[in-house]
């Protein structure tokens, strides 16, 4: 095992996972798991806003901080997120009167989280889910507490405090539905390369769109236009990371074999998109095991079938679709 600090080097794009506090602790298997997997582990909840600062008087970084340490002594990358997101935001703050208390708590964030975690979690999330579901009828942005009180301004802001509080991080925008075929997706797509360019006309460093990458699978990656956003955001020296990858396969009838053969389909179109548009930073799963997921919980099956959204069903068991990511990822 490689010692503290020095983080694993493979050929090929990292693999990574997200890690829960709470399974961490109870399932051996599962921590296992992220050690025979994964070249990249970040904590998937334990770093967001409301999680850290539950109360203005009081932080909790304890969970937080065994997940990354596990991730760092055992020399994988760790990952961030995320600072700005409508759905972990204290209520605290929500209470705040002026915008000047809200940004200066926002401030005051990113500087103590970044500070914390400088040289350890060396990629952020900065903002999560920004645009909105349809910018169609709703958007462009997604309306948020944050968006009101602070108005678009907070998205290149809190970058900027992102930079200032960590020269050396890399900085993300994260968001979801950014590689089907549709038009609302190609909205979607066009509204986060209209938010980088209007960061970039700032001056404010973003360095990666995150691609969270929950793939339902009975909708159609669009290949030809995920390889197309990721060579404009290439042209605008903007790579792609992929950060909350997993499978909903809650329209896909028939059991195992069918909702592997569909999991099959999905992934391969989204890694033909994927790897034409560049080299992501990494790809990393939402979880590691279909035991611990939250599709199961938001969007059950109507059969009552147990659903396979991750890697490696409940016994750990490798899925085929997880092996052919593994070669591709190791070969790109
Ligand atoms: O840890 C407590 C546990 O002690 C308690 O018994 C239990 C009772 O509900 O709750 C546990 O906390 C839950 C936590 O997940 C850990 O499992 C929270 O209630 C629950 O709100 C939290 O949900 C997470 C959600 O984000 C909100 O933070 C999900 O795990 C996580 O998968 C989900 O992730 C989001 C991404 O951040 C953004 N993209 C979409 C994705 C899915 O919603």
């Known amino acids: 095992m490689p010692g503290r600090g020095t983080a694993r080097t493979h050929a090929g794009i990292p693999f990574g996972g997200a890690v829960q506090a709470e399974h961490f602790d109870s399932d051996p298997s599962y921590r296992q798991a992220f050690l025979d997997h994964c070249d990249l582990v970040m904590p998937m909840n334990e770093l967001k806003f409301s999680l850290l600062r539950p109360n203005r008087e009081s932080w909790n970084f304890e969970p937080a901080d065994r997940l990354v340490d596990f991730a760092i002594a055992n020399g994988r990358l760790c990952?961030?997120?995320?600072?700005?997101?409508?759905?972990?935001?204290?209520?605290?703050?929500?209470?705040?009167?002026?915008?000047?208390?809200?940004?200066?708590?926002l401030g005051e964030h990113v500087e103590r989280v970044s500070d914390r975690y400088r040289g350890r979690v060396t990629d952020w999330d900065v903002c999560n889910e920004v645009i909105a579901h349809d910018p169609a009828s709703e958007g462009p942005l997604r309306d948020t507490f944050w968006l009101r009180r602070l108005g678009p301004r907070h998205i290149p802001d809190a970058f900027a405090l992102a930079?200032?509080?960590?020269?050396?991080?890399?900085?993300?925008?994260?968001?979801?539905?950014?590689?089907?075929?549709?038009?609302?997706?190609?909205?979607?797509r066009a509204t986060m390369l209209s938010i980088v360019r209007q960061m970039q006309d700032r001056n404010v460093p973003v360095h990666r769109v995150g691609l969270q990458a929950h793939l339902y699978l009975e909708k159609e990656i669009d290949v030809e236009g995920l390889a197309r956003f990721g060579a404009e955001l290439k042209a605008l020296g903007v790579g792609l990371v992929v950060t909350e990858l997993d499978l909903i396969d809650w329209q896909i009838e028939g059991g195992p074999a069918e909702q592997d053969a569909a999991a099959e389909r999905s992934v391969s179109a989204f890694l033909d998109g994927l790897l034409d548009a560049g080299r992501p930073?990494?790809?990393?799963?939402?979880?590691?095991?279909?035991?611990?997921?939250?599709?199961?919980?938001?969007?059950?099956?109507?059969?009552?079938?147990?659903?396979?959204?991750l890697p490696l069903d409940r016994d750990y068991r490798p899925k085929p679709w997880y092996e052919t990511l593994r070669r591709r990822l190791a070969t790109a």
């Open 163 to 188: 930079a200032r509080a960590d020269p050396s991080a890399t900085l993300t925008l994260n968001d979801y539905d950014l590689e089907f075929r549709g038009s609302r997706y190609d909205l979607r």
């Open 79 to 105: 990952r961030g997120t995320t600072h700005v997101w409508y759905g972990a935001t204290p209520d605290w703050i929500t209470r705040l009167e002026s915008e000047r208390e809200i940004a200066a708590a």
């Open 281 to 309: 930073a990494a790809v990393v799963a939402w979880g590691i095991t279909d035991r611990y997921s939250w599709i199961s919980d938001v969007m059950p099956r109507e059969d009552g079938k147990p659903e396979r959204p």
